[in-house]
């Protein structure tokens, strides 16, 4: 007997699964590859749909296999029956699954005598090299993105001081109001933009903070946004920190050494190079600058994340590129986006993403990186 | 020792989870009930915004109970190690978990001596009975639809007919149209709606086709929109079917008879009824009117799927109301939608979201059903 790769998951919510599928599916499917091939057993709705999109080797029908289990005396055969099946017609009973593969199944397959192990992320460490197809994806999630970031700056540009408030268009300019204008503007080019963040002034210095209410002249407001499209499933994750106004010369101080911490990754980043010293290396670019990474009344201040991660189906995915490194190889996409925090003063993070090559890297993002909007 | 439940998800995509915490979380969370009382065991960085927004009597912080493994000799706990410890400080050993528990974490519990068992859906049977508080968010998402269909509904009374074509501001207007102008709205106002249907003449003969591409005069076109809020996570199911231009005679016998199966429906739902027995009665209604549900060349044809479902959290949750069934009860919220699919003729679906009451129901749409649109 032999092994075999098992997934139960929508890929809709299982990245793992559209990656090897390019199938679409809302609702909990079963991927199976065994003896060097794969397939999708699904039910009959979906069967026409699945031969014409999904990028597996065969289509297993879910009803037929059901049909055999009853001819052979079984009243009503469950889905781990039928998979059961599929599996010893394929001469595996070793089977590798996702660390968060369903309990029900895994008990009622291992009921059945199937031996059954997770194995953890990255579940396909080859997702990492993205191939052409992938790169131009991510390039349209990007590109959206970038012109999202261009519709919000209009605003901003739109935008009027009056003392300390900020006025657009005949009413006060919140982070709420920005998100709408960022995501409305994404979801009309079939991308969803979750959970962006638009940080004015403290609010700014927690990176975890998605930002909320009025904002205001002369402070620093991060803008982290990273959509996913809709269509392909591919992100793209980029970050541009604005002041309305006039910036104090600390933040500019700030901005000017986050952006320098940029330039440093992008001279570092190369296959071969282990992610983590690209990381080391940002984190000296910054302190040479003078900023320190500390403690200060309890909460940290400077550069306390990562430099990156990668990026593809999901938005945070290997290499990681921080405490915790992989060696870059070509082809891998990650993000540059170191920040500085300080309380009191503001923050800045620029994040770009970039494609690993054999001498370097080539950045995917070209949109500007001015700090001021006046 | 006593018996404990335990959920391991991010309650973005695990109603459950957020049904029991009202706690918006995008990656998975620990949720425990033991003792009577339910806890969050929380990171840094979400305990702040846990004690401020979860709905569970105790919220715990993880780094504390890690803070206490390691002083007791262990030298890097895992999760699983802490929730064990929680687990065990509350007495509990028996733990039921959701079907969709992460196998990991099953595993590495029961290594510990954990004994886990999963329960199948309803895991929390009273999630079918909704507060005035979850009636208040689905009329929300409810008036939120209609206005969305009323959009759509302008777009086709602006549609000019050009022989077998609908143009519509320049352009053909098309299923992909129809969908954006539905889904746009409902972004715009925080609601997320997938795989809305449109359904054009044969399209529509297939209730799982999501349709697409050119729109045409005089058939129907059966649009089926199910958002979901972004604040509240919960959402509204409608269906109506519309014809631009003139509906055939058949057409208009099928919509009649989809009316008065409806009206059928509302009259039989109430609490202390078998829901299967109000799928008989529409069942019965429909032939009546004449239309048989058989299968004509290897496709089914009449009405050949439930009568409804509950909602909630779920588009698709407890109970059901079609060949399963459950014991209706005051305070449900179900969906009703017979429906007639005639390839070569047309379909006809429209869907209400209705409460049980004691003697009856009370419907929460008030949006038209008129067929056809000059």
Same mark, same amino acid.
């Given at each position: @007997? ?8 929508? $890929? ?7 990656? %090897?599928?390019? &199938? ?15 397939? =999708? ?17 065969? +289509? ?9 289990? %009853? ?9 781990? #029956? +039928?998979?059961?099946?599929? =599996? ?11 660390? $968060? ?5 895994? #008990?009622? =397959?291992?009921?059945?005598?199937? $031996? ?30 970038e012109e999202a970031y261009a519709r919000a700056h209009k605003a901003f540009v739109e935008t009027e001081i009056r003392g300390n408030e900020l006025w657009y268009q005949g009413s006060p300019l919140t982070a709420e109001r920005v998100k709408r204008i960022i995501d409305g503007y994404l979801y009309e080019?079939?991308?969803?933009a979750? *959970?962006t963040i638009v940080a004015g002034g403290e609010q700014g210095t927690d990176?975890?903070c998605r930002g909320f209410g009025p904002l205001h002249p002369n402070e620093t407001i991060v803008i982290d946004v &990273? ?10 994750? @980029?970050t541009r920190t604005w002041v309305k106004g006039k910036a104090t010369a600390e933040a500019k101080?700030?901005d ?9 990754? &992008? ?9 983590? !010293? ?9 302190? #040479?600058?003078?900023? %320190? ?10 550069? &306390? *994340? ?6 593809? =189906? !999901?938005?945070?995915? $290997?290499?990681? @590129? ?9 082809? @891998? ?11 009191g003063v503001g923050a800045v993070r +620029?994040?770009? !993403?970039?494609?690993?090559?054999? #001498? ?7 949109y500007h990186k001015n700090l001021e909007i006046p």
């Amino acid at each position: @007997m032999a092994d075999a790769v098992l997934i139960y998951a929508a $890929s809709s919510h299982d990245s793992n699964l559209l990656y %090897k599928t390019r &199938f679409q599916a809302g609702d909990p499917i079963v991927y199976i590859e065994a003896g060097g091939k794969n397939l =999708l057993v699904l039910n009959d709705l979906e069967l026409g749909r699945g031969k014409a999109e999904a990028r597996v080797d065969e +289509i297993v029908s879910m009803s037929a296999v059901e049909k055999e289990l %009853k001819d052979a005396g079984q009243a009503k055969p469950t889905l781990a #029956d +039928i998979v059961a099946r599929v =599996l010893e017609l394929r001469g595996a009973d070793r089977v590798t699954v996702p660390a $968060s593969f369903p309990l029900e199944m895994a #008990d009622m =397959l291992r009921g059945k005598g199937v $031996s059954l192990t997770y194995r953890r992320e990255p579940f396909y460490p080859e997702r990492t090299v993205k191939t052409e197809e992938e790169l131009k994806h991510i390039r349209e999630a990007v590109k959206f993105t970038e012109e999202a970031y261009a519709r919000a700056h209009k605003a901003f540009v739109e935008t009027e001081i009056r003392g300390n408030e900020l006025w657009y268009q005949g009413s006060p300019l919140t982070a709420e109001r920005v998100k709408r204008i960022i995501d409305g503007y994404l979801y009309e080019n079939d991308l969803l933009a979750t *959970h962006t963040i638009v940080a004015g002034g403290e609010q700014g210095t927690d990176p975890h903070c998605r930002g909320f209410g009025p904002l205001h002249p002369n402070e620093t407001i991060v803008i982290d946004v &990273f959509p996913k499209s809709l269509k392909t499933g591919y992100v793209a994750d @980029m970050t541009r920190t604005w002041v309305k106004g006039k910036a104090t010369a600390e933040a500019k101080r700030i901005d000017a050494a986050v952006k320098a911490a940029c330039e440093t990754a &992008f001279r570092t980043i190369r296959a071969g190079v282990e992610s983590t !010293d690209v990381h080391k290396a940002v984190q000296k670019t910054l302190e #040479d600058a003078g900023f %320190k990474t500390e403690t200060r009344d309890g909460k940290p201040v400077g550069f &306390f *994340h990562g430099t990156g991660h990668g990026i593809g =189906l !999901d938005v945070h995915e $290997s290499p990681p @590129m921080g405490k915790r490194g992989a060696l870059l190889k070509e082809g @891998m996409v990650v993000t540059v986006e170191p920040g500085l925090y300080y309380p009191g003063v503001g923050a800045v993070r +620029i994040e770009d !993403d970039v494609v690993v090559t054999k #001498d370097g890297c080539v950045n995917l993002c070209s949109y500007h990186k001015n700090l001021e909007i006046p």
